[in-house]
């Protein structure tokens, strides 16, 4: 079982970057594939991310691709999404969550068990 905690969102700027960091308690965060994933307020949850339990595979959405990047830290138990050339429409509430089952990542929400609390970011115009 493993328990996660988002940081890093805030406010900023189009054209800025935030990076959001997803710290995972427990020791066996390494066989976990993440991924990121948003909603925005009247929508529903979106894939952002995502990355293999071992950083060698990521898949990223289309209006992501080219300026976010999932990374992670398996010697710090924390996962990244490094979030560059921000738009008005990337504000949401940011998501965490991890998978024992796809150890490739996915970019499906149901197949993720565990999710974080959520991280607020919003870009102003």
């Known amino acids: 079982q493993v328990q996660l905690v988002e940081s890093g969102g805030g406010l900023v700027q189009a054209g800025g970057s935030l990076r959001l960091s997803c710290a995972a308690s427990g020791r066996t965060f390494s066989s976990y594939a993440m991924g990121w994933f948003r909603q925005a307020p009247g929508k529903e949850r979106e894939f952002v991310a995502t990355?293999?339990?071992?950083?060698?595979?990521?898949y990223y959405a289309d209006s992501v691709k080219g300026r976010f990047t999932i990374s992670r830290d398996n010697a710090k138990n924390t996962a990244y999404l490094q979030m560059n050339s921000l738009k008005p429409e990337d504000t949401a509430v940011y998501y965490c969550?991890?998978?024992?089952?796809?150890?490739?990542?996915?970019?499906?929400?149901?197949?993720?068990?565990?999710w974080g609390q959520g991280t607020q970011v919003t870009v102003s115009s």
């Open positions: 990355i293999s339990w071992s950083s060698g595979n990521t």
């Open positions: 969550a991890a998978t024992r089952g796809y150890s490739s990542g996915s970019n499906n929400a149901n197949d993720y068990g565990y």
